[in-house]
């Protein structure tokens, strides 16, 4: 299995405050990671991190190889190769589910010619396609987060961010997210899971790390 994502003695600090200290991963194409902690442990700030939206106090940190905090075309490839569930994450209410999706599938410069024929692809992967047409204010929270799961897949990335994904959603929403976890692993791409679900993570994850107060508990 190839490395996707390393972190070698990772620390991010916030004037005194540690959000991370120390901190060792290594990640796995093929894998389900699950990266579990309380709230505040240091979760939040490691996805941020890996998505470039931080940069380490310290420590190496690599995606693909790449540091994806740095603005080069290496870079930026690399982050078209990544998908992301954030547990606040937020869609356009005013706009039908196929138009939030379509968005996101132009930023990436999916292809014109594909474009529409992805963006429907997706959303009837998440069992969408009846309401693709509804304001994304009519869906229920659990609609909500299975067409994130479409957006942040609609590029077809080779890691796959997921921040809480099953977090507050119906049962039959949360079968559909693990069976759409399981499958995108089965493709030999990563799954990063962060959760405080032990149930949840218990039935999709194949490898398991732990963080409280910033540090990795093995």
């Not at 706009?95 to 010619?113: C, M, P, R, T, V």
Request: charged share 25%; proline share 3%; with cysteine.
């Amino acid at each position: 299995m190839a490395l996707t994502i390393k972190l070698d003695n990772v620390s991010k600090k916030y004037d005194n405050f540690v959000a991370l200290k120390n901190m060792d991963l290594e990640v796995h194409s093929g894998e389900i990671f699950a990266y579990m902690g309380p709230n505040g442990a240091g979760k939040t700030t490691t996805i941020n991190l890996i998505l470039g939206l931080l940069n380490p106090s310290s420590g190496i940190l690599r995606v693909l190889g790449e540091n994806p905090y740095l603005d080069t075309n290496e870079v930026y490839e690399v982050k078209n190769q990544v998908g992301f569930l954030l547990d606040q994450d937020s869609l356009n209410p005013k706009l039908s589910g196929f138009k939030n999706i379509l968005y996101w599938a132009e930023l990436y410069d999916i292809g014109s010619q594909n474009i529409v024929q992805r963006v429907n692809e997706v959303i009837e992967i998440v069992n969408l396609t009846g309401r693709k047409y509804d304001l994304v204010e009519k869906y229920s929270h659990g609609m909500k987060k299975r067409l994130l799961f479409a957006r942040g897949i609609v590029h077809n990335p080779q890691i796959l961010i997921l921040d809480e994904p099953t977090n507050g959603i119906d049962l039959e929403s949360k079968v559909l997210m693990r069976n759409l976890i399981k499958k995108f692993a089965d493709e030999n791409r990563t799954i990063f899971f962060s959760s405080h679900d032990l149930e949840e993570v218990q039935k999709v994850c194949t490898n398991l790390a732990i963080v409280n107060k910033g540090e990795y508990h093995h």
